[in-house]
């Protein structure tokens, strides 16, 4: 595809030519932008995050039922993702191509999660898992509206290499805010001001709401795009679909987000059970303080570490710093095994403390890679892809989410877990819960090792990418004079 056929399939306009490439973002855009953050991880992991302890553990939901829920909302996703994706990145409304979208996406969202959480009284177990299974559609197709342009805005909003990691950053930094506060979720359900975990989370469900809410409409507010408003021909979604599964170097990012959340996720579920019934024998409420507290302190040391990462991402290959993050993850993975005991309870705040920066670490890398592969389909297909990307992004993540969930549900099950024995399991229940602990995540780290290997995007490639998209772009200033401004 020539330059100027190029310019018809959503490159960056030719008046973009001339910007200095290593032009960094506004720290005021910066903060806006990242501000989103906190509401995209509250929608990403606070239901995930609440299913469980009130539909199993409070209302005696089968963990499998659980599983099968959110494996319906995989499917639903599978067609709402990348339609809102190919939805963005064609809309031609005058307010921009990813901002309303988020605020719109914002709202529904607040709204439905509180809703999520009202659950009628006397439901029996199949009432039950349709409400649960209705209300998490409802939920992530709105976290569908909101973070697939969310997610585009971001990869838009930096054209440098180094800059990228710098925006990630910021979204990254918040993120972990947001992390926080899911953490304490089920933890605040159990306050003493509640007469049940139900009232409690009636009322920590609609305070998270507008939570999300009133960060979600900050970036849709705040933050300018730079893509052309006016409208432009598109090939058939059919050809978009297959650039985006051609971008190789994008796929192997895609199975690492896939992997890295199934091992995260799976290996979260599972500590929360192995500390409830472990290491504190059914004790709920002395555990949950425990487990938020380790994760608040390891929050705490992730925005403490956000400028290491962003230093050695610009010292050193983002594929090296990602390759570190996963060899740390795998081992302090083999640790929980005399890290969670119940002689000394609170030695598992040491491994809490020490993965959640690698966390930050691994998807710091990760979002500024993915914005360098938009970079590289813009150079192989001469068009870019920015919200169809991030869309198949945000249903790996899910996949790798739910994926985990119903794999650490099945464990549950097949362990002999029951939730009406309380603190009283079998001791090969507990044996079980503990072994898996440590393998499910040291396997995905292991597979997540291979793909990275042959990652090919380095920081000389993504410089030689840079400086051929700058040509092309000056000679289609020169061939068509195209005019185009930014969103303000």
């Known amino acids: 595809m020539n330059a100027a056929e190029g310019a018809t399939t959503g490159v960056i306009p030719p008046d973009e030519a001339g910007r200095v490439a290593e032009a960094r973002v506004g720290w005021r855009h910066k903060l806006a932008f990242g501000i989103g953050g906190i509401t995209d991880m509250v929608g990403f992991h606070g239901p995930v995050t609440l299913v469980n302890p009130i539909f199993n553990i409070t209302l005696g939901l089968s963990p499998t039922l659980i599983g099968l829920a959110k494996a319906i909302c995989r499917v639903w996703d599978a067609v709402t993702d990348p339609a809102m994706g190919t939805i963005s990145d064609r809309s031609t409304s005058r307010h921009g191509r990813r901002r309303p979208f988020i605020v719109i996406g914002a709202l529904a969202m607040g709204i439905t999660f509180f809703a999520l959480f009202v659950v009628p009284r006397g439901l029996g177990s199949g009432a039950l898992f349709a409400y649960l299974t209705a209300m998490l559609l409802l939920f992530y197709s709105a976290f569908t509206v909101f973070t697939v342009p969310y997610h585009a805005l971001g990869y838009e909003l930096a054209t440098s290499y180094d800059d990228r990691t710098r925006v990630m950053a910021w979204r990254l930094a918040f993120n972990m805010v947001g992390n926080t506060i899911v953490s304490w979720l089920f933890t605040a359900t159990q306050l003493p001001i509640f007469d049940n975990t139900m009232e409690g989370v ?50 192997r990012l895609v199975g690492l987000a896939l992997l890295f959340l199934t091992a995260a996720t799976a290996s979260g579920m599972l500590a929360d059970y192995v500390n409830f019934y472990y290491v504190y024998e059914g004790d709920l409420r002395s555990a949950a303080v425990v487990s938020s507290s380790g994760v608040t302190i390891g929050y705490v040391m992730t925005l403490l570490s956000v400028f290491a990462w962003t230093w050695l991402g610009a010292r050193f290959d983002k594929k090296t710093v990602l390759f570190f993050t996963l060899l740390l993850n795998g081992v302090f993975s083999v640790s929980t095994w005399w890290l969670f005991t119940p002689a000394h309870p609170y030695w598992q705040v040491g491994y809490r403390v020490l993965t959640q920066p690698l966390l930050l670490g691994f998807w710091l890398m990760l979002q500024s890679m993915i914005a360098d592969t938009c970079e590289y389909e813009e150079l192989t297909t001469g068009g870019r892809r920015d919200a169809l990307l991030g869309a198949f992004v945000s249903f790996s993540q899910k996949v790798g989410v739910s994926a985990a969930f119903i794999f650490a549900g099945l464990l549950l099950d097949l362990s002999g877990f029951r939730a009406d024995r309380g603190g009283v399991q079998d001791e090969r229940t507990l044996l079980a819960l503990r072994a898996a602990l440590v393998a499910v995540p040291v396997a995905c780290m292991i597979l997540a090792a291979v793909l990275v290997r042959g990652y090919p995007l380095s920081r000389a490639r993504m410089a030689q990418i840079s400086r051929e998209l700058a040509e092309r772009r000056q000679t289609a200033a020169v061939e068509t004079g195209a005019k185009s401004r930014p969103v303000e």
Request: charged residues 20%; proline residues 16%; hydrophobic residues 45%.
């Open 202 to 251: 009636y009322y920590v469900g609609a305070a998270t709401g507008v939570l999300i809410v009133a960060c979600g409409i900050i970036p849709g507010l705040l933050v300018p795009e730079k893509r052309p408003l006016a409208p432009r021909p598109r090939p058939p979604v059919r050809v978009e679909l297959k650039a985006a599964f051609g971008n190789r170097p994008f796929l």
